[in-house]
C-alpha cells in the first residue's frame, strides 16, 4: 500500500534524496519477495489498489515469487511451518521450552503444502497465479490439486460429494490471511477455464459435484456445457451415485436425464474419434476402447433402473437414453431388462421383483438392500398403453437375455403377450443349440482325446452353453417326471372305472328289493315259482310266519350288501 501511494504522490528521487519511492521499491525487493507469507500477504493488499499495483508490476512479481518457492523445497527457505504437532524452529528443529533441540522433525512435507495458503487470494490473483504456475511448468495434477481445494473451501455443498475428504493443515501464512469473499457463481465460471484434461475416479467425481453446485447456482450455458464434455469423456470414470443429479429446474422429472444424456452423446463421440485412429476400430469388440464402453453401457443400465421408478419418467426418454449406446456395447441385456421390468411394473413387491432388484442366484450384491427401502410401496406406470410397451420392448435384444432373465421374462405378467412369446421362442432356439452342443460334447468325449485350447473371447459362449445344457437336462428329468404322472393318472382311471362298474351292480341289487314278487311275498302271497326259483320258493314255504320270511328277507339283502361294499 505505501508503494502504491508513493507512486501516485510521485514521491521520487528528483524530490529529495532516497525518498519513500525508491525505499519502498527496494524494501519490496529485498524482503516481500523473498519471504512465502509477505508475498501473500501483499498480493491481498494488492486487491484495494489492483490498477496501481498492476502498473508497478507488484501483482505480476509476487505471483511469479509465489510459483517460484511452489517449485523449490519448502525446507529451503523455511515455509510454511505447520501449526500441528510438535513446536518447531523455521528450520525444521524442535523446540523445548524455546531452546533448539537440534532433533529434526521428520518431514511429512508433500506437493500439495501450498494449497491451503493460496486459497485465501481472491477468485482473479487465484486464476492469475494458476496461469503463472502452469507457465513455470508445475505439474497439471498439482494444479488440478490446488483448484479442487480451492473450490471445496468456498462451495460447501460440493463437499458432500467428495467422500468427506478432509482439508489442509493450516500454516503460519494462513493464520496471517483473512478468506477471501466470493462469489460462488463467478468462481465456479473461472474455474472450469482453469480445470486441466485430466482423467480419473477422483477428478471425474470432482466434476461431477461442480456440476450439480452449477446448475443450482444456474451459470451460463457455456460453463454447464464445459463441465458436462469434460466429465462426457471420461463417463467411464464415472459412478452410479455421481450421475444421479437431480432436476433442479421446473421440469416432472425426479433427475435431470437430458444432461446424463448430453454426456453419453460426449463420451461417445470422444470414443469415434479413438476408434478411427485405431487399426481395429472395425472391430468394437477387439478395439482398444471396447472396455470403456462396456463399462458406461453397464453404467447406463444401472442409471436407467434407478431412474426407472420415477412415474413421470416418458417411454421416449427412456428409449432414448438405451439407445445412446451402440448394440455392440451391450454383450448381455440383463441390465436394459432389469430397468424396463421396474419401469413397467404396477407395485413394487419385494418377492415378485427379486430380478428386478438384481437379486437373481449368483448377483446378490447387484444392487443394494436399501433399493427395496426406497421402491417399496411406489407405483409407476400402469397408465402406459400396450402399445408403448411393445415399443419400450424393442430396446432389448432377448437373444442376449441370460437363463435367469429369459425364466423371468417367460413368466413376466407385464410384458406384453407378443414379447413373451418371442421369449419363449428364442428360449427355444438356445435349448435346441444346447442341445446340439450337448450332443456334440457327448460325440467329443467318445473320440480320442485331442489337446485343445479355448480362446478367452469363446469363454463366455461356453458358460453360456454350459447353462443352457443343464437346463437342458433338467428339461429332460421333467419329461420323464410327466411321464411316469401320465402313467399314474392312466392307472387312476381305470380304478375309477373298476369302482363305477361295482356301483352299477349294487344298483341292480337295490332295484330287485322294490320287484312285484318280492312285495308279493311279503303280503304273504306266492306266485308261481319259474324253474330257477322253484327251490327258493319251497325253503320260503318252510318258514312259520310271513313276518319272520320277511325278516329272513331283509338280513340276505343286507348281507349282499356287505359283499357288494367289500369290493371298495
Same mark, same amino acid.
Given at each position: 500500500?505505501?508503494?502504491?501511494?508513493?507512486?501516485?504522490?510521485?514521491?521520487?528521487?528528483?524530490?529529495?534524496?532516497?525518498?519513500?519511492?525508491?525505499?519502498?521499491?527496494?524494501?519490496?525487493?529485498?524482503?516481500?519477495?523473498?519471504?512465502?507469507?509477505?508475498?501473500?500477504?501483499?498480493?491481498?493488499?494488492?486487491?484495494?489498489?489492483?490498477?496501481?499495483?498492476?502498473?508497478?508490476?507488484?501483482?505480476?512479481?509476487?505471483?511469479?515469487?509465489?510459483?517460484?518457492?511452489?517449485?523449490?523445497?519448502?525446507?529451503?527457505?523455511?515455509?510454511?511451518?505447520?501449526?500441528?504437532?510438535?513446536?518447531?524452529?523455521?528450520?525444521?528443529?524442535?523446540?523445548?521450552?524455546?531452546?533448539?533441540?537440534?532433533?529434526?522433525?521428520?518431514?511429512?512435507?508433500?506437493?500439495?503444502?501450498?494449497?491451503?495458503?493460496?486459497?485465501?487470494?481472491?477468485?482473479?490473483?487465484?486464476?492469475?497465479?494458476?496461469?503463472?504456475?502452469?507457465?513455470?511448468?508445475?505439474?497439471?495434477?498439482?494444479?488440478?490439486?490446488?483448484?479442487?481445494?480451492?473450490?471445496?473451501?468456498?462451495?460447501?455443498?460440493?463437499?458432500?460429494?467428495?467422500?468427506?475428504?478432509?482439508?489442509?493443515?493450516?500454516?503460519?501464512?494462513?493464520?496471517?490471511?483473512?478468506?477471501?469473499?466470493?462469489?460462488?457463481?463467478?468462481?465456479?465460471?473461472?474455474?472450469?477455464?482453469?480445470?486441466?484434461?485430466?482423467?480419473?475416479?477422483?477428478?471425474?467425481?470432482? /466434476?461431477? *459435484? #461442480? %456440476?450439480?453446485?452449477?446448475?443450482?447456482?444456474?451459470?451460463?450455458?457455456?460453463?454447464? @456445457?464445459?463441465? !458436462? $464434455?469434460?466429465?462426457?469423456?471420461?463417463?467411464?470414470?464415472?459412478? /452410479?451415485? *455421481? #450421475? %444421479?443429479?437431480?432436476?433442479?429446474?421446473?421440469?416432472?422429472?425426479?433427475?435431470?436425464? @437430458?444432461?446424463? !444424456? $448430453?454426456?453419453?452423446?460426449?463420451?461417445?463421440?470422444?470414443?469415434?474419434?479413438?476408434?478411427? %485412429?485405431?487399426?481395429?476400430?472395425?472391430?468394437?469388440?477387439?478395439?482398444?476402447?471396447?472396455?470403456?464402453?462396456? $463399462?458406461?453401457?453397464?453404467?447406463?443400465?444401472?442409471?436407467?433402473?434407478?431412474?426407472?421408478?420415477?412415474?413421470?419418467?416418458?417411454?421416449?426418454?427412456?428409449?432414448?437414453?438405451?439407445?445412446?449406446?451402440?448394440?455392440?456395447?451391450?454383450?448381455?441385456?440383463?441390465?436394459?431388462?432389469?430397468?424396463?421390468?421396474?419401469?413397467?411394473?404396477?407395485?413394487?413387491?419385494?418377492?415378485?421383483?427379486?430380478?428386478?432388484?438384481?437379486?437373481?442366484?449368483?448377483?446378490?450384491?447387484?444392487?443394494?438392500?436399501?433399493?427395496?427401502?426406497?421402491?417399496?410401496?411406489?407405483?409407476?406406470?400402469?397408465?402406459?398403453?400396450?402399445?408403448?410397451?411393445?415399443?419400450?420392448?424393442?430396446?432389448?435384444?432377448?437373444?442376449?437375455?441370460?437363463?435367469?432373465?429369459?425364466?423371468?421374462?417367460?413368466?413376466?405378467?407385464?410384458?406384453?403377450?407378443?414379447?413373451?412369446?418371442?421369449?419363449?421362442?428364442?428360449?427355444?432356439?438356445?435349448?435346441?443349440?444346447?442341445?446340439?452342443?450337448?450332443?456334440?460334447?457327448?460325440?467329443?468325449?467318445?473320440?480320442?482325446?485331442?489337446?485343445?485350447?479355448?480362446?478367452?473371447?469363446?469363454?463366455?459362449?461356453?458358460?453360456?452353453?454350459?447353462?443352457?445344457?443343464?437346463?437342458?437336462?433338467?428339461?429332460?428329468?421333467?419329461?420323464?417326471?410327466?411321464?411316469?404322472?401320465?402313467?399314474?393318472?392312466?392307472?387312476?382311471?381305470?380304478?375309477?372305472?373298476?369302482?363305477?362298474?361295482?356301483?352299477?351292480?349294487?344298483?341292480?341289487?337295490?332295484?330287485?328289493?322294490?320287484?312285484?314278487?318280492?312285495?308279493?311275498?311279503?303280503?304273504?302271497?306266492?306266485?308261481?315259482?319259474?324253474?330257477?326259483?322253484?327251490?327258493?320258493?319251497?325253503?320260503?314255504?318252510?318258514?312259520?310266519?310271513?313276518?319272520?320270511?320277511?325278516?329272513?328277507?331283509?338280513?340276505?339283502?343286507?348281507?349282499?350288501?356287505?359283499?357288494?361294499?367289500?369290493?371298495?
Amino acid at each position: 500500500m505505501v508503494y502504491c501511494a508513493a507512486d501516485y504522490l510521485e514521491m521520487t528521487d528528483e524530490h529529495g534524496e532516497d525518498n519513500l519511492l525508491s525505499k519502498s521499491e527496494g524494501f519490496f525487493h529485498n524482503n516481500v519477495l523473498k519471504n512465502w507469507k509477505d508475498c501473500l500477504l501483499a498480493l491481498q493488499s494488492c486487491e484495494p489498489v489492483i490498477s496501481r499495483a498492476d502498473k508497478l508490476q507488484i501483482v505480476s512479481r509476487c505471483l511469479n515469487a509465489v510459483s517460484v518457492m511452489v517449485c523449490t523445497d519448502p525446507s529451503l527457505f523455511g515455509w510454511p511451518m505447520l501449526m500441528y504437532g510438535s513446536l518447531q524452529s523455521p528450520g525444521g528443529s524442535i523446540l523445548w521450552n524455546g531452546i533448539n533441540t537440534g532433533a529434526k522433525i521428520q518431514s511429512t512435507m508433500e506437493s500439495d503444502w501450498w494449497y491451503e495458503d493460496i486459497s485465501y487470494l481472491s477468485v482473479h490473483l487465484f486464476e492469475r497465479l494458476i496461469h503463472t504456475m502452469e507457465g513455470k511448468g508445475i505439474k497439471p495434477e498439482n494444479l488440478a490439486g490446488a483448484i479442487m481445494h480451492y473450490c471445496r473451501k468456498y462451495l460447501p455443498g460440493l463437499g458432500r460429494w467428495q467422500g468427506g475428504q478432509s482439508g489442509k493443515p493450516r500454516t503460519v501464512a494462513s493464520f496471517s490471511m483473512t478468506p477471501a469473499a466470493v462469489d460462488q457463481k463467478v468462481l465456479l465460471e473461472s474455474v472450469t477455464k482453469l480445470l486441466p484434461e485430466k482423467k480419473g475416479t477422483l477428478f471425474c467425481r470432482f /466434476l461431477l *459435484g #461442480l %456440476l450439480r453446485v452449477a446448475l443450482i447456482l444456474g451459470v451460463n450455458h457455456t460453463c454447464q @456445457d464445459s463441465l !458436462e $464434455r469434460r466429465i462426457g469423456v471420461q463417463l467411464d470414470q464415472a459412478t /452410479l451415485d *455421481g #450421475l %444421479l443429479i437431480p432436476c433442479y429446474s421446473d421440469s416432472d422429472t425426479l433427475y435431470n436425464t @437430458d444432461c446424463v !444424456e $448430453r454426456m453419453i452423446h460426449h463420451f461417445m463421440s470422444s470414443e469415434s474419434r479413438l476408434t478411427s %485412429l485405431s487399426p481395429s476400430s472395425f472391430d468394437l469388440e477387439t478395439s482398444p476402447s471396447s472396455g470403456p464402453l462396456k $463399462r458406461v453401457a453397464k453404467l447406463v443400465d444401472g442409471y436407467i433402473a434407478e431412474v426407472a421408478s420415477d412415474v413421470n419418467l416418458k417411454p421416449n426418454k427412456m428409449r432414448l437414453l438405451a439407445e445412446a449406446l451402440p448394440e455392440s456395447s451391450r454383450s448381455l441385456h440383463d441390465g436394459l431388462y432389469r430397468a424396463l421390468d421396474i419401469y413397467l411394473k404396477d407395485l413394487y413387491d419385494p418377492d415378485e421383483a427379486e430380478f428386478c432388484l438384481g437379486k437373481e442366484k449368483g448377483n446378490e450384491s447387484a444392487m443394494d438392500d436399501s433399493l427395496a427401502d426406497r421402491f417399496s410401496h411406489i407405483k409407476e406406470h400402469p397408465w402406459l398403453p400396450e402399445k408403448d410397451k411393445e415399443q419400450l420392448c424393442n430396446i432389448i435384444d432377448f437373444r442376449k437375455l441370460s437363463i435367469d432373465a429369459c425364466a423371468h421374462a417367460s413368466q413376466n405378467e407385464r410384458l406384453p403377450l407378443r414379447v413373451v412369446l418371442q421369449v419363449l421362442f428364442f428360449e427355444q432356439l438356445q435349448l435346441r443349440a444346447a442341445l446340439a452342443g450337448c450332443l456334440h460334447v457327448l460325440d467329443a468325449e467318445t473320440a480320442p482325446p485331442v489337446p485343445m485350447t479355448v480362446p478367452s473371447d469363446m469363454a463366455g459362449q461356453i458358460l453360456q452353453r454350459d447353462g443352457w445344457m443343464t437346463v437342458a437336462r433338467e428339461n429332460q428329468v421333467l419329461k420323464v417326471d410327466m411321464e411316469r404322472m401320465r402313467s399314474r393318472v392312466g392307472e387312476l382311471e381305470e380304478e375309477f372305472t373298476k369302482i363305477k362298474q361295482e356301483m352299477k351292480r349294487v344298483a341292480k341289487s337295490y332295484s330287485s328289493i322294490s320287484s312285484p314278487r318280492f312285495i308279493a311275498r311279503r303280503m304273504g302271497c306266492n306266485l308261481l315259482p319259474q324253474s330257477s326259483e322253484a327251490q327258493t320258493d319251497v325253503v320260503e314255504s318252510t318258514a312259520p310266519t310271513p313276518r319272520a320270511s320277511g325278516e329272513h328277507g331283509r338280513l340276505s339283502l343286507q348281507s349282499r350288501h356287505r359283499k357288494s361294499f367289500s369290493l371298495f
